[in-house]
């Protein structure tokens, strides 16, 4: 009986022992995402720029609005996820040079307005006008 017993005590030992995990190993990896592929026209991409652009512009000038730095961080941070898309349309590397400095003047406008209580309205103004030369010298090729 002392062999039985001990035989299913090993058996059990060594099943639970599968099922314990050691501290150091890591979880399985994620399988990878797939590649990215923008799944909209080119011409809805650039509506939108336009459309985030024109809240840029219609926002800047009305300083004492006091939702004007939200208004803009959110136009600038669509802004720049729109141009960030707009880097896997273009098959030249100008136009791809051209969408990743909108995306990252964007960025920049963004993060100049975060500070509600100090923003910074001359970087504002910079990005701005930034963001402005480079769609124009984009357009001058491309449309």
């Not at 004492?64 to 880097?87: G, K, M, S, Y």
């Not at 030249?92 to 995306?103: F, I, K, S, V």
């Not at 509600?116 to 402005?132: F, H, Q, T």
């Amino acid at each position: 009986m002392n062999k039985i017993l001990a035989a299913a005590l090993a058996l059990t030992l060594t099943a639970g022992a599968a099922w314990i995990t050691p501290d150091d190993e890591e979880a399985p990896a994620a399988p990878p995402a797939p590649a990215y592929s923008p799944v909209g026209s080119l011409d809805a991409l650039m509506t939108g720029h336009g459309m985030a652009f024109g809240g840029i512009r219609e926002a800047l000038p009305d300083k004492e609005n006091r939702r004007r730095p939200r208004t803009l961080q959110i136009n600038a941070e669509l802004l720049a996820e729109l141009a960030n898309i707009n880097t896997y349309w273009g098959r030249r590397d100008d136009y791809r040079n051209w969408a990743g400095e909108l995306r990252d003047t964007a960025l920049e406008l963004a993060d100049a307005v975060k500070k509600r209580d100090s923003i910074d309205e001359a970087r504002v103004e910079a990005a701005y006008r930034k963001l402005d030369a480079t769609c124009t010298a984009c357009h001058e090729v491309y449309k």
